[in-house]
T-cell receptor, first 111, second 115 residues
Framework: DQQVKQNSPSLSVQEGRISILNCDYTNSMFDYFLWYKKYPAEGPTFLISISSIKDKNEDGRFTVFLNKSAKHLSLHIVPSQPGDSAVYFCAASDYGQNFVFGPGTRLSVLP | GAGVSQTPSNKVTEKGKYVELRCDPISGHTALYWYRQSLGQGPEFLIYFQGTGAADDSGLPNDRFFAVRPEGSVSTLKIQRTERGDSAVYLC?????????????FGEGSRLTVL
């Protein structure tokens, strides 16, 4: 039973447009959420995080939105660049426990 | 280097053999995690150390899997009597102060193939 879901296995976006990656979770105890990016043959690298006391966190081209009532978060990348092409993982934790990862969404940004 | 180091990067073994995977975390990081990633899936939690002790080993799939961190730095994941289903990329990550305090810093992983 997946606690963190990323229902889109892949997404293609034109360069310069917005990429929106979605994530849903089932455990209401989760209160800290992160997005990781992974290139082939490399470990995941941290991108951005959000605590449950916020509904938005922005860092440059990356913004994460959290809707606690819907148990949903999304990552917006704007403008998308070819170098953003990677697999994106959503992860969640309740403080003091481990991080639970989603299955990932492969983003392809087309030039 | 300054990042999390994992060795070997690739390991091919035969079914039934014993395997050790090593992780050298970022200096000063007290928390260390092992994850396993199979093709097309996200990282799956195995075990988490805070210092020398295993704070949570609930993700270890069975008693063939064991991990140690004797001095609170380097960790070794040990797999006995390997099975083909153990084939995956084993990821190690470290964190300065543990879960909730920030992100995990991952190594590049050790790809294990059991023939």
């Amino acid at each position: 039973d997946q606690q963190v879901k990323q229902n889109s296995p892949s997404l293609s976006v034109q360069e310069g447009r917005i990429s929106i990656l979605n994530c849903d979770y089932t455990n209401s105890m989760f209160d800290y959420f992160l997005w990781y990016k992974k290139y082939p043959a490399e470990g995941p690298t941290f991108l951005i995080s959000i605590s449950s006391i916020k509904d938005k966190n922005e860092d440059g081209r990356f913004t994460v939105f959290l809707n606690k009532s819907a148990k949903h978060l999304s990552l917006h990348i704007v403008p998308s660049q070819p170098g953003d092409s990677a697999v994106y993982f959503c992860a969640a934790s309740d403080y003091g426990q481990n991080f639970v990862f989603g299955p990932g969404t492969r983003l392809s940004v087309l030039p | 280097g300054a990042g999390v180091s994992q060795t070997p990067s690739n390991k091919v073994t035969e079914k039934g053999k014993y395997v050790e995977l090593r992780c050298d975390p970022i200096s000063g990081h007290t928390a260390l995690y092992w994850y396993r990633q199979s093709l097309g899936q996200g990282p799956e939690f195995l075990i988490y150390f805070q210092g020398t002790g295993a704070a949570d080993d609930s993700g270890l799939p069975n008693d063939r899997f064991f991990a140690v961190r004797p001095e609170g730095s380097v960790s070794t994941l040990k797999i006995q009597r390997t099975e083909r289903g153990d084939s995956a990329v084993y990821l190690c990550a470290s964190s300065p102060t543990g879960v909730g305090a920030g992100e995990l810093f991952f190594g590049e992983g050790s790809r294990l193939t059991v023939l």
